[in-house]
């Protein structure tokens, strides 16, 4: 009975990560049709103000003492990284690829190990090692773009990867002694009051096709983080973490069907080793050689 609900718990938590990259995906739209005629400044901002609104009743319902935190710095620290890293990926998403933007989205991961490791003195093995410069070898083909070897495009994409590895590193620190609710509020708070400050040169009146997309924008956003996080809940991470590159899949699939775009040879073998690196470093890879050597 207990590994029958096992087996029921992970199918469910495959389900909620599949509706959370497909989400995202879409969400992907949003930022691209909202930057035919949005500056980043504002897409970055809606998704950060959309995102606080959606979490007040929460706030209203814990009551005010839920946000108390002697941890106000280190929210402060994820806030920012993550708040360049949201800048860059947005405007890679405006003018790259689709599936090559959600590439350098996800390939995040591969960079936590040495990040945690510089910051955290967290253990890390040589293939972890191995798996991060592997991994990097992957970013590096998809950033070779279509009008030569390197642009600095892709290298805002590149560096928004080592921000989010960053934020992600600092989040993990957080967990110890803060809610994942509370993380995620000071998150969308401080990154309301930081992003608002170009508005004040950016902001004009927006017509409703803009603000359908801003607004869509940041609830996918949102939507998909409940799914993710409830993913996560359901199944350990080593298990089911790959399923988050379907959002690449589905973002291929929408660049094709709507910009006719269609990934080069490289973008695909750069794909292959990203997730091949993220299989060596992920920890039900770690755990299946332990049992191996045993």
Same mark, same amino acid.
């Given at each position: $009975?207990?590994?029958?609900?096992?087996?029921?718990?992970?199918?469910?938590?495959?389900?909620?990560?599949?509706?959370?990259? @497909?989400?995202?995906?879409?969400?992907?739209?949003?930022?691209?049709?909202?930057?035919?005629?949005?500056?980043?400044?504002?897409?970055?901002?809606?998704?950060?103000?959309?995102?606080?609104? @959606?979490?007040?009743?929460?706030?209203?319902?814990?009551?005010?003492?839920?946000?108390?935190?002697?941890?106000?710095?280190?929210?402060?620290? /994820?806030?920012?990284?993550?708040?360049?890293?949201?800048?860059?990926?947005?405007?890679?998403?405006?003018?790259?690829?689709?599936?090559?933007? $959600?590439?350098?989205?996800?390939?995040?991961? *591969?960079?936590?190990?040495? *990040?945690?490791?510089?910051?955290?003195?967290?253990?890390?093995?040589?293939? $972890?090692?191995?798996?991060?410069? =592997?991994?990097?070898?992957?970013?590096?083909?998809?950033?070779?773009?279509?009008?030569?070897?390197?642009?600095?495009?892709?290298?805002?994409?590149?560096?928004?990867?080592?921000?989010?590895?960053?934020?992600?590193?600092?989040?993990?620190?957080?967990?110890?002694? #803060?809610?994942?609710?509370?993380?995620?509020?000071?998150?969308?708070?401080?990154?309301?009051? @930081?992003?608002?400050?170009?508005?004040?040169?950016?902001? /004009?009146?927006?017509?409703?096709?803009?603000?359908?997309? =801003?607004?869509?924008?940041?609830?996918?956003?949102?939507?998909?983080?409940?799914?993710?996080?409830?993913?996560?809940?359901?199944?350990?991470?080593?298990? *089911?973490?790959?399923?988050?590159?379907?959002?690449? *899949?589905?973002?291929?699939?929408?660049?094709?069907?709507?910009?006719? #775009?269609?990934?080069?040879?490289?973008?695909?073998?750069?794909?292959?080793?990203?997730?091949?690196?993220?299989?060596?470093?992920?920890?039900?890879?770690? /755990?299946?050689?332990?049992?191996?050597?045993?």
């Amino acid at each position: $009975m207990n590994s029958l609900q096992t087996n029921r718990n992970l199918l469910l938590a495959i389900g909620c990560l599949t509706t959370s990259a @497909l989400l995202f995906s879409i969400m992907g739209i949003c930022i691209r049709y909202a930057s035919h005629t949005v500056d980043n400044y504002t897409i970055v901002f809606f998704r950060n103000v959309v995102g606080l609104i @959606l979490f007040l009743p929460f706030i209203f319902k814990q009551g005010i003492g839920f946000v108390k935190t002697e941890k106000l710095w280190m929210h402060t620290w /994820r806030s920012i990284v993550g708040l360049a890293a949201m800048y860059g990926f947005f405007y890679a998403i405006a003018h790259l690829k689709l599936s090559n933007a $959600m590439v350098f989205t996800y390939s995040s991961p *591969i960079f936590i190990p040495v *990040i945690a490791w510089l910051f955290l003195k967290e253990k890390i093995t040589i293939a $972890m090692l191995c798996a991060a410069v =592997l991994g990097f070898i992957g970013v590096f083909c998809v950033a070779k773009p279509d009008q030569g070897l390197l642009n600095w495009i892709s290298v805002i994409g590149i560096a928004s990867s080592l921000l989010a590895s960053m934020a992600f590193v600092t989040v993990r620190a957080l967990t110890q002694t #803060e809610p994942p609710e509370r993380i995620v509020f000071y998150f969308c708070l401080i990154g309301s009051a @930081l992003s608002v400050i170009p508005m004040f040169w950016m902001w /004009r009146t927006y017509h409703v096709k803009e603000l359908l997309f =801003l607004i869509g924008a940041g609830i996918l956003a949102n939507v998909s983080q409940i799914f993710m996080s409830h993913a996560y809940r359901l199944a350990p991470a080593g298990q *089911i973490a790959p399923v988050n590159y379907m959002a690449i *899949i589905f973002a291929g699939v929408w660049g094709f069907l709507l910009w006719d #775009e269609v990934p080069d040879l490289y973008s695909v073998i750069g794909f292959c080793i990203i997730l091949l690196a993220i299989l060596l470093c992920s920890p039900l890879t770690q /755990r299946q050689k332990k049992m191996i050597q045993r």
